[in-house]
């Protein structure tokens, strides 16, 4: 049995280096290996390349690495000057001047303090890649899914077309008997009735395609980008298991790695809250006019208003609470998103296995019935009725194959089989 397993990478891309080294984010499969559609790989690429919220989740992410450079430099000394002016005294009779003081501070103890910052600062970084991440996650899903509606509906399209002319057809055929006083006036009618009804729904349908289409090339950023006009299927289904396809949605998840840092830079706030009410030590060296050069040691405790510090406590150990409470709220839907996807995929291509026989059937069944109407042997009704049945037959295997193809490829995105290509993206 084939499940969602990611296989070795086969191929590895960096993102550029921004503040820290940026993990690597590779294609564990391209569109070939899962038999998917290659164009909407195109689709997926100039989404992501040009999509705004990916770009601002890029930006915010090279910020957290510039802001573990800064937090490193917290170690450094830090050097403080002044000049201060100093008026007349006028029983010593000393005159107005300009003193210079210069002091340079080396902090030497903190409470643990230093290396929270630091280790907050990555983990926040570590949130903002893995947001990046997700908002591309997200943009891809929508891609997807609009794209896969798109081949749906002009899919759905020429069916229909195909319908009207197949009624044309007819509409001539029984013209011809009704003018020749073989067959009553209303089977004309009734011919007539069903084309327009056909030619409505041509019209919805078409009308949904270019909204569609609209909505897609919106998502792509490409104003002429057309999806494939062809329904490219696997030469054979795979055969998902729920457990196992939640189990790596959990595991690849973006939006989870984003909430487990987060949860971890709360865990870090309280402890640099507790930090705070710890003094610090440094190692001071100073120089001014009035007292020269001094070298010592600096022992500073603030306890800043009131009780500020151990309200802080509270409030980081409260965020930290509620970090906990959004990762089991995104485990819950995620867990729901993937069963969704997985039920629809089954019943889809349970459907399929017997959808695909019944076009034919159908098909088969409409021209006998033509050939037994010729021979007076079946009434128009019964042809116009089974005519009607090859359409809803070809209609039905045209959704059930978009909804198999679109349960799929989120699943395969979900579970981070087919993983992005994010270096499409240049800040």
Same mark, same amino acid.
């Given at each position: 049995?084939?499940?969602?397993?990611?296989?070795?990478?086969?191929?590895?891309?960096?993102?550029?280096?921004?503040?820290?080294?940026?993990?690597?984010?590779?294609?564990?499969?391209?569109?070939?290996?899962?038999?998917?559609?290659?164009?909407?790989?195109?689709?997926?690429?100039?989404?992501?390349?040009?999509?705004?919220?990916?770009?601002?989740?890029?930006?915010?992410?090279?910020?957290?690495?510039?802001?573990?450079?800064?937090?490193?430099?917290?170690?450094?000394?830090?050097?403080?000057?002044?000049?201060?002016?100093?008026?007349?005294?006028?029983?010593?009779?000393?005159?107005?001047?300009?003193?210079?003081?210069?002091?340079?501070?080396?902090?030497?103890?903190?409470?643990?303090?230093?290396?929270?910052?630091?280790?907050?600062?990555?983990?926040?970084?570590?949130?903002?890649?893995?947001?990046?991440?997700?908002?591309?996650?997200?943009?891809?899903?929508?891609?997807?899914?609009?794209?896969?509606?798109?081949?749906?509906?002009?899919?759905?399209?020429?069916?229909?077309?195909?319908?009207?002319?197949?009624?044309?057809?007819?509409?001539?055929?029984?013209?011809?008997?009704?003018?020749?006083?073989?067959?009553?006036?209303?089977?004309?009618?009734?011919?007539?009735?069903?084309?327009?009804?056909?030619?409505?729904?041509?019209?919805?349908?078409?009308?949904?395609?270019?909204?569609?289409?609209?909505?897609?090339?919106?998502?792509?950023?490409?104003?002429?980008?057309?999806?494939?006009?062809?329904?490219?299927?696997?030469?054979?289904?795979?055969?998902?298991?729920? &457990? =196992?396809?939640?189990?790596?949605?959990? #595991?690849?998840?973006?939006? @989870?790695?984003? /909430?487990? *840092?987060?949860?971890? $830079?709360?865990?870090?706030?309280?402890?640099?809250?507790?930090?705070?009410?710890?003094?610090?030590?440094?190692?001071?060296?100073?120089?001014?006019?009035?007292?020269?050069?001094?070298?010592?040691?600096?022992?500073?405790?603030?306890?800043?208003?009131?009780?500020?510090?151990?309200?802080?406590?509270?409030?980081?150990?409260?965020?930290? &609470? =509620?970090?906990?409470?959004?990762?089991? #709220?995104?485990?819950?839907? @995620?867990?729901? /998103?993937? *069963?969704?996807?997985? $039920?629809?995929?089954?019943?889809?291509?349970?459907?399929?296995?017997?959808?695909?026989?019944?076009?034919?059937?159908?098909?088969?069944?409409?021209?006998?019935?033509?050939?037994?109407?010729?021979?007076?042997?079946?009434?128009?009704?019964?042809?116009?009725?089974?005519?009607?049945?090859?359409?809803?037959?070809?209609?039905?295997?045209? &959704?059930?194959?978009?909804?198999?193809?679109?349960?799929?490829?989120?699943?395969?995105?979900?579970?981070?089989?087919?993983?992005?290509?994010?270096?499409?993206?240049?800040?």
């Amino acid at each position: 049995m084939l499940v969602l397993i990611a296989p070795a990478p086969v191929s590895a891309k960096v993102l550029p280096k921004f503040g820290t080294d940026a993990p690597p984010i590779t294609l564990s499969a391209t569109p070939a290996e899962l038999a998917l559609d290659p164009k909407l790989q195109t689709a997926l690429d100039l989404g992501i390349g040009s999509n705004p919220n990916i770009i601002s989740a890029r930006a915010a992410a090279q910020a957290a690495g510039f802001d573990v450079r800064s937090a490193k430099w917290l170690f450094f000394p830090s050097l403080s000057a002044e000049i201060s002016e100093v008026a007349q005294d006028r029983k010593t009779g000393s005159y107005n001047g300009f003193y210079p003081s210069l002091t340079v501070e080396q902090p030497i103890w903190t409470g643990g303090y230093l290396n929270g910052t630091i280790r907050q600062a990555r983990q926040r970084q570590s949130a903002a890649l893995a947001a990046y991440q997700a908002a591309a996650l997200q943009v891809a899903l929508r891609i997807s899914d609009s794209y896969q509606d798109v081949v749906r509906l002009f899919r759905r399209k020429q069916l229909l077309a195909q319908s009207v002319a197949r009624y044309g057809d007819m509409i001539q055929t029984i013209d011809r008997r009704v003018a020749a006083d073989v067959s009553p006036r209303v089977d004309l009618e009734l011919a007539r009735s069903r084309l327009a009804q056909v030619e409505q729904q041509y019209s919805a349908n078409s009308a949904q395609y270019d909204a569609a289409l609209a909505q897609l090339r919106e998502l792509v950023g490409d104003p002429d980008f057309m999806p494939t006009t062809e329904v490219l299927l696997p030469a054979i289904w795979p055969q998902i298991e729920l &457990d =196992e396809a939640t189990t790596q949605s959990l #595991a690849f998840s973006p939006r @989870l790695n984003q /909430l487990r *840092a987060e949860a971890a $830079a709360a865990k870090t706030d309280v402890d640099l809250a507790r930090s705070d009410l710890a003094p610090k030590l440094s190692a001071q060296y100073s120089y001014s006019d009035f007292v020269g050069h001094r070298v010592g040691a600096v022992l500073r405790y603030q306890t800043g208003r009131g009780l500020s510090h151990l309200t802080a406590i509270g409030a980081a150990r409260a965020r930290q &609470d =509620e970090s906990d409470a959004k990762i089991a #709220a995104s485990e819950r839907d @995620l867990k729901g /998103l993937i *069963a969704g996807d997985v $039920a629809e995929f089954f019943s889809a291509t349970s459907r399929l296995e017997s959808s695909q026989t019944a076009p034919i059937a159908a098909h088969q069944v409409h021209e006998s019935y033509m050939r037994l109407f010729i021979a007076s042997r079946r009434s128009w009704l019964d042809v116009m009725n089974s005519f009607q049945e090859t359409i809803s037959a070809d209609i039905t295997v045209a &959704d059930t194959q978009a909804s198999a193809l679109t349960s799929l490829t989120r699943l395969y995105l979900l579970t981070g089989r087919w993983r992005l290509d994010l270096n499409g993206v240049r800040p």
